[in-house]
């Protein structure tokens, strides 16, 4: 019962699993009765209501739990691959399959790599989602020294961007944009060279990941709490299919069905 949370997809297995009892009693049951006693009999409201919400509701849960789920972006730990306001779409099979309660893996796809954008049950609060950026998979040597990253010895590359600036950008000071080569997936991060470099080393535990965020010297990430299990995966972003400029305080219509990559 570890893994059991009481959150949406929770109420909505129930609503599902509640409609669907009801909606299979009137098909089975009482339609066929209420057709023999007589043409005037109809089912009760509550009745009436799972007979046409059961199949709205089972839809919404089968694309929500397996197919594809939305985010919305509540922080700056992503800048400048996700804003504050982006709303995003996540993928619900790639690394497998899972049941909505419980959180089970029943068919498996494979495994984040390096590079991957990933959402996940923060290991200190499962109840709560995060969003952060794959950078060691089971067995790497992480190592972080002057801002700089390692990956079993090897070296990130990066290439200078210039200086960013962003309204949303926490912590606030200057801060550069950096273009990152993780095992062949580009991208960009944000360096704050104000910010203590907090250098380390670390070996990722199997079955764990360890994770980043872009915003480097502004994200709560596996440098403090550690590790992300294997079994707190929700699934892979890769698209922004909203976003709300709260500066603006308009849609930003540029970002809408950006990759996320």
């Not at 909606?23 to 509550?46: E, H, I, Q, S, Y």
Request: charged fraction near 25%.
């Amino acid at each position: 019962m570890a893994d059991f949370h009481f959150d949406f997809a929770v109420i909505l297995s129930l609503l599902t699993a509640v409609t669907g009892v009801f909606w299979a009693l009137d098909k089975w049951v009482l339609a066929p009765r209420r057709d023999t006693v007589g043409a005037g009999d109809k089912p009760n409201a509550f009745v009436d209501f799972c007979r046409s919400f059961f199949p709205v509701i089972f839809v919404v849960l089968i694309l929500r739990s397996f197919l594809a789920e939305p985010f919305r972006i509540p922080s700056g730990s992503m800048i400048p691959t996700l804003l504050v306001g982006d709303f995003i779409l996540v993928n619900k099979f790639t690394f497998g399959l899972r049941d909505p309660v419980f959180n089970h893996k029943f068919v498996d796809f494979g495994e984040p790599a390096r590079g991957d954008v990933v959402v996940f049950r923060w290991p200190v609060d499962p109840s709560k989602d995060f969003i952060k950026r794959i950078v060691g998979v089971p067995g790497d040597k992480i190592t972080y020294i002057d801002k700089q990253l390692y990956v079993n010895g090897e070296r990130a590359s990066v290439q200078p961007g210039g200086v960013y600036s962003n309204p949303g950008t926490y912590p606030p000071g200057v801060v550069y944009r950096m273009s990152e080569d993780l095992a062949g997936v580009e991208h960009n991060i944000l360096i704050n060279p104000g910010r203590p470099a907090e250098d380390f080393e670390f070996i990722v535990p199997p079955g764990e990941y360890f994770a980043m965020g872009d915003n480097r010297d502004g994200s709560d990430d596996s440098r403090r709490w550690g590790t992300v299990p294997e079994r707190n995966l929700v699934g892979k972003a890769f698209l922004i299919w909203m976003s709300w400029d709260g500066a603006r305080t308009r849609i930003d219509f540029s970002r809408i069905g950006t990759l996320i990559k």
